[in-house]
């Protein structure tokens, strides 16, 4: 089975903090997503990674940056927290051949004070 | 551009009816076509999927979806509703040369009466 792990269930930081989302999967899966998550907007792409030190922006790049130096990881990161980045945060993963399932993580809950 | 439309955003079913639950894309080509269901607090777990052969697919849970071309429609249906079913549901889309990218839809949150 495919596990994707995320570093925190919930988080609560507070306004101008810097934040690091992790995501860690252990299926040599070459693609690897952030979304997030609001009531009534679904999930929504911040960005995604097709391989090691590669990036693609989603639809929301704005307000994050990734980081993907080993394959099995993949962070997000708000360089600066603002209270309108309180979401729910996904992170996916896939093979890079089809049907291109997706494996979710639990899902990070993030509180911006 | 792909897209995905679900055009119930909340339903409610009793314990034991039936469900169906709509889900319509936009794309030129054979899609491919999931359907996910999310507990509360929880990531998104994948139910059933299609990308070829039998338009009629089983998944996990008892639910299962028909691929209807000419509709351009993926509808999720469950003859016996149970309550731990509630939850929310989404209809995803994916292409051939995507890179795995997804489009997915806004969810229908099904609530199970008693």
Redesign the interface.
Known sequence: DVKVTQSSRYLVKRTGEKVFLECVQDMDHENMFWYRQDPGLGLRLIYFSYDVKMKEKGDIPEGYSVSREKKERFSLILESASTNQTSMYLCATTESKVPYEQYFGPGTRLTVT | AQSVTQPD?HITVSEGASLELRCNYSYGATP?L?W?VQSP??????LL?Y?SGDTLVQGIKGFEAEFKRSQSSFNLRKPSVHWSDAAEY?C?V?A?G?????I????TKLSVKP
């Open positions: 955003i491919y999931f996910y607090g929880q990531g998104l777990q994948l999927k990308f989404f995803a994916g051939r995507s890179q795995g990218n997804l997915f839809g806004k969810g």
